[in-house]
């Protein structure tokens, strides 16, 4: 949960797409107000054309490599239908699954099996078989025992690894959202044991092209040292390689939660990648999730109490943690601001018209906060609220605790 009293810039993410027009908030062109009045309920918006924005400028970056790149999206930062669909018809994705429902959604949406990456953990026999029978599909196996068993299945298959070079980076030092670091994680084969895991699978039979690491989520700019690190440190599981075609550096690629987050410089980011992988001859596959989704989405609530409890005010809203876990599960600010202001957008954000608020949720949990102390134009009940960020890992890791009501999703169109 955020404490955003510090607040240096108040609207620090306003972009031309997510801004007030007047004295309402529109994103993508849609005035979001009265789109929550009309969806009746706690919703999700997202921006197609953000989403687009997003990996048109993730594939201008990853051109200046020099490389030969593909983007796989990891749709499981948000798998809505209508999405996927037109990120499939913009050609600009594929997609990184991480179980059988996922590949099946993914084709039910319009990608080819061949279009998907498969990159799982704790593999069973089940999905082994629904591999089996997409042998297009690209799998990186993360431990010995799904290359023993998917060579049964799958015999002579062409895979990746996905490795752990016991290096992380994430959003700041937030230690819950590294994949890989000191503590031994689930995620990878490490150096150990690589060897071991090259002798297998050429005695099972099967080919190994490719390295895959995912090493944390949410790097922005400050963490591009550390990023390079784990760059450095994974050629030599590449060097390993007979015949190595493809380094897949995963997802990660972090957006800004609050004012003082500086956003990732994609050209600085690529030229990490140029410089630990260029001349190799290899493919850079990337499978970001949240950087083409997180800042096209928003969650809109509506405020039902505003209420003074000792010295703190609260503002209530009709949805709670459980539709968008990552602010209690993992601690990442949350920016909450309002549908509409009472005036102009420039008056209402001055700092002499801010309020401090705390946000809670309606869920009988203690944790259930969005934010504390968050400095905010003032609000009344029967007001929406807008969280941003809530395009990626919101509605898809989202829960029927209480029974509270789903949230409905809709896809903004130009
Ligand atoms: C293997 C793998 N790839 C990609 C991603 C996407 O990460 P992000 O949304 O941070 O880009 C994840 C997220 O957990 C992952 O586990």
């Keep these: 949960m955020a404490d955003t009293t510090q607040e240096t810039r108040p609207r620090w993410w306003a972009r031309p797409d997510l801004d007030y027009v007047g004295t309402d908030l529109h994103l993508g062109g849609v005035n979001l107000a009265q789109a929550a009045r009309e969806a009746g309920g706690p919703a999700y918006f997202y921006s197609g054309e953000r989403v687009l924005a997003n990996l048109r400028r993730l594939q201008a970056a990853l051109g200046t490599t020099g490389l030969e790149t593909r983007i796989r999206y990891a749709m499981k930062a948000n798998r809505y239908g209508p999405l996927l669909t037109y990120m499939k018809a913009s050609g600009l994705c594929g997609i990184d699954a991480c179980s059988p429902n996922e590949l099946r959604h993914a084709v039910r949406c319009g990608f080819r099996p061949g279009d998907v990456s498969y990159t799982a953990t704790s593999v069973s026999e089940a999905d082994l078989q629904v591999l089996a029978r997409n042998p297009d599909t690209w799998i990186n196996c993360d431990s010995l025992s799904t290359i023993r068993r998917l060579a049964r299945v799958s015999p002579g298959r062409t895979i990746g690894l996905r490795v752990n070079p016991a290096l992380g980076v994430g959003y700041g030092e937030n230690q819950l959202l590294r994949y890989s670091g000191e503590r031994t994680s689930k995620f990878g084969i490490y150096r150990e044991h690589y060897d071991e895991a090259l002798a297998l699978a050429k005695e099972v039979g099967l080919k190994v092209e490719g390295i895959h690491f995912h090493v944390g989520c949410g790097y922005l700019d400050a963490q591009l040292p550390a990023w390079r690190e784990v760059l450095q440190s994974c050629r030599w599981f590449l060097d390993r390689l007979e015949n190595p075609r493809i380094v897949n550096l995963g997802g990660g690629l972090g957006l800004p939660h609050v004012a003082t987050d500086t956003p990732l410089d994609l050209e600085r980011w690529a030229g990490v990648i140029r410089e630990a992988f260029g001349g190799r001859g290899v493919q850079i596959w990337v499978e970001p999730g949240d950087f083409i989704v997180k800042d096209a989405g928003v969650l809109v609530l ?113």
């Design 302 to 414: 509506q405020v039902n109490t505003v209420e003074r409890k000792r010295s703190t005010t609260f503002l209530g809203v009709d949805g709670g943690f459980n539709l968008a876990m990552e602010p209690v599960f993992y601690k990442l600010p949350c920016e909450p601001v309002p549908a509409r202001l009472s005036t102009n957008a420039a008056t209402a954000w001055q700092a002499e018209n801010l309020r401090t608020y705390t946000i809670a949720g309606n869920i009988n949990e203690a944790l259930d906060i969005w934010a504390e102390n968050a400095a905010l134009p003032e609000m009344v009940e029967g007001d929406h609220l807008v969280l941003l960020n809530a395009g990626g890992y919101a509605a898809g890791m989202s829960s029927d605790h209480c029974m509270r009501a789903q949230a409905t999703e809709h896809l903004l169109l130009p």
